[in-house]
Structures are given as C-alpha cells and as structure tokens.
C-alpha cells in the first residue's frame, strides 16, 4: 500500500501542544496527511487527529481541566506509612519496594478514551501508528491497525494491532520514572522517545511518497531542570534529541522545527499559546512545505 503525505510528531511533553497548530493550518490549507506517526506527546495530537476528534472543541474543553486532577500518585498513604516503618525499623533498603513510577496513568488513559470514543486502530478514519518500547526487552513496541502490520519483519520491532488508542497513547507517554510502565500482553511498556521520538521510518516503511515531520526538539534555551521529576523529563528529552539526530539522517523529509524556548515541563497553562505558536510555525512554513509537496 502506498499514502501520498506522511506526518510523523515527535514527543516534546506539554510543547506537544504546538502539534495542534500544525495540523489545524496544515488542513486549513487542503493538505491532509493519509498516515500518521506519533511518539510520546505526538501519539496525543495523531490520536486526536485520527479518530477525528474537532481540536477547537477539545482545546475548549482542556482549559476547564485542572492538570492535577488527571494524574493518579502511585504512592498511597498506606503505602508511605510502610516505607516510615522499614526507615525506623532499619530495615536494609534492599528489602524496600518502591513503585515503578510516581504516577499510575490510568486517569489520563480514562480522559483519553473518553475523548477519542473508545475507539481501536481499526476505528480510525486515518491510518496511525503509536510508538512505545518494552522496558524489558529493547523492543520499540508499535501500536497499529492489522491491515498496516509489514509483511516483512523490522529488526527488534513487534506490533500488536487490537488495543484501544488510549491505552496505546497510554503506553507512548509512560516517561521512566513519572509514569508506572504500561503492561499490554506481556510488554512492559515506556515512552518511545527512548528509541524514536521522530517516527519518520515507520511512514517510510509503509511506502508515504512524501514525509513531513514536526521535530519538537529542544535546540536552544532549554527550561532548567529544578526538581526530580524535571530532571527526568530533560533526561528524556536529550536522550530523544540526540537519537533523532542519526533517524533524520537515514530518513529524507520536511522537517519542520517549532524552537519552543524556555517551556517548563508543568506550563499546562500555556497550552493554547503552544498551539497558536504551532499555526505561525507552519503559517511561515507554508512555501516551502508547498515546494516539497509540489502543491501549487
């Protein structure tokens, strides 16, 4: 099967929202992609995109949401008490067990599959592929429709094609040590940005004639990192930078580089100036993605 434009949005957390300005001028222009590819805060904005989900709506919505009350500590009262009991106790640390994440997800994932209806890959109006990886193993781990798996086998790369789009969305955002892993039939599943946060090579894969992809990398005035959680995030974010530099050289395409500046991993507030950023990025764009679609 071959697709005429291919959209691939990379991972950048609450700068993901600059993804939504792009798709809103890009089809504000008649250019529609026929297949997308998301990782981490990419597979949000694919997610929303493909299963047809009105953004204005959605962003209308997001502004009445208090960000805290989406996340789900995984550490419960009890649980603290039982940590104070082996510190007293002197317990030798190896005996202590602490949780996979400090968050378990699961209010996000319910958000989520509220918002896109519950829906499966086979659902969606268009083609998606969401990116994760097993913890675990090493593999990337792609979430997909059956009809989009390749015939041919990628190196180190399993799909698995009938779970709902939450939960796969679920698994691509599990930053390590944020999010608690998502466990899907036997994976233990984390952020794809640890492997690919620019999902370009799957679009080739599935024979797109022409790639665009929206790298939120940050290249200049990155946010300081002053707490555990920030610096876990930023360490994410320059593992995903530095890997997509060597995806983009085997991989040809528009590259467009929204250069978010000085964006803090908790400015949720700061979500609809993202996305209009996003529509002035791709407006000044617009020339040059026209050039290279050979759109007159």
Request: with cysteine; net charge positive; hydrophobic share 40%.
């Amino acid at each position: 099967m071959r697709y005429g434009i291919g959209l691939a949005l990379s991972g950048g957390g609450v700068r993901g929202a600059v993804h939504l300005g792009v798709l809103k001028v890009l089809t504000q222009n008649g250019i529609y992609p026929d297949i997308i590819s998301g990782t981490s805060a990419g597979s949000i904005a694919g997610a929303l995109f493909a299963a047809g989900v009105d953004i204005e709506d959605f962003l209308e919505e997001l502004k009445n949401i208090k960000p805290w009350k989406l996340l789900d500590p995984a550490f419960t009262p009890a649980y603290i008490l039982v940590l104070l009991f082996y510190y007293w106790t002197s317990k030798p640390m190896v005996m202590w067990s602490f949780p996979d994440g400090l968050f378990k997800g699961e209010k996000i994932e319910q958000y989520l599959d509220g918002v896109l209806g519950g829906k499966k890959f086979d659902d969606l109006k268009i083609p998606l592929f969401v990116v994760s990886v097993n913890i675990n193993t090493g593999e990337t781990v792609i979430f997909c429709s059956k009809k989009n798996v390749p015939k041919e086998k990628i190196f180190n790369t399993v799909f698995i094609t009938d779970a709902r789009v939450a939960e796969a969305v679920r698994a691509s955002i599990s930053l390590p040590g944020i999010f608690v892993p998502k466990h899907i039939k036997g994976h233990k599943l984390v952020d794809g940005g640890i492997k690919d946060n620019i999902p370009v090579d799957i679009l080739h894969h599935q024979g797109a004639k022409k790639v665009l992809a929206v790298d939120l990398g940050v290249t200049t005035g990155r946010a300081k990192a002053d707490s555990m959680v920030e610096i876990l995030m930023a360490s994410v974010d320059i593992m995903g930078d530095e890997l997509s530099y060597y995806i983009k050289k085997n991989y040809p395409g528009y590259y467009l580089y929204p250069d978010l500046q000085g964006v803090g991993y908790k400015d949720f507030r700061r979500i609809p100036d993202f996305v209009k950023y996003g529509e002035d990025v791709t407006r000044k764009a617009l020339p040059d993605i026209k050039r290279f679609l050979q759109i007159s």
